[in-house]
């Protein structure tokens, strides 16, 4: 076994194929059948079922190219780092991150980590928080930064700002900054939440202010993007509720109003692998004793 033969059964797994997958690997269809085959021999498990029409992943051959492609890219980014520090550079960095850490504290963690570890690149993926857990577990990513995330298990977390939650309401909603009262005002209305699989420590949050309100949020749109979200409630199709960080220098016609009134509050945090930390001792030092200016 080896790293070619698994980036082999990948595409394989992809096409489906043998025929296809031999002519985008550019090796004859025989000898991709024979290295399957001896792999399959090596490894005690049927990886495809396949007959005169057909190619199909088992169950063992599900988890098998699974677990492949975690070391194909583990594997590349080995060598990608040594080379980094063979020449004497400071390496790579991959970041998640959710729209409302990039209008608020990322600019300023990457300014401050460009400024103290001169020559590191960064790699920045906008993400949901489910995607980021899956992503640092994965070793797909270094570094996540999330709103109100629900830690897994096996990554370490840590808070660096806390936010006001904002409504936000369409140009011609009848309530306004002047004559709001409080957030049972809006228990007719329709709302706009993040879907629950993506984010569900973070659902709750935005339904919990409602319930404290003392009605049960109708919601008829979901999206895991604030600038959807932004455009549904232009549209008049519902309100929604973000961080007050995330209207930083928005352009859409709506407006917002900051509850800095409820006990609910956006918790902009940072996650990690902490099996990362040996790799970037510096930058680990450097983010975890950051603080808002």
Known sequence: MNIQTLRNIIVLAEKLNF?????????VQPALSRQIKQ????VGAILFKRDKRNVALTPAGEYFVKESKKLIA?????????A????????EIRIGFTHSIMQTILPSILKT??????GIKTVLREMNNRDQYLALQQNELDIGFA???LIPFNLTSKVLHIDNFAVLLPEDHPVTISNYTNFSVFSTDQFIFPSVADGPNYVHI??????????NPKVVHETDSASSSFRLVEAGLGISLEPISSLHD????IKSIELDNIAQKAKLTMIWNPERESEYPILFELLKNWSVE
């Open 147 to 149: 709103t109100n995330p």
């Open 19 to 27: 025929t296809r997958a031999a002519e985008e690997l550019n090796i």
């Open 84 to 91: 980094y520090i063979h020449h004497g550079d400071v390496g």
């Open 206 to 215: 935005l339904e919990s202010i409602c319930i404290d309100a003392g009605f």
């Open 39 to 42: 792999l399959e021999d090596e």
């Open 250 to 253: 928005h352009n859409f016609p």
């Open 74 to 82: 583990n594997a590349d980014r080995m060598t990608k780092q040594a």
């Open 113 to 118: 980590m460009n400024a103290q570890i001169p």
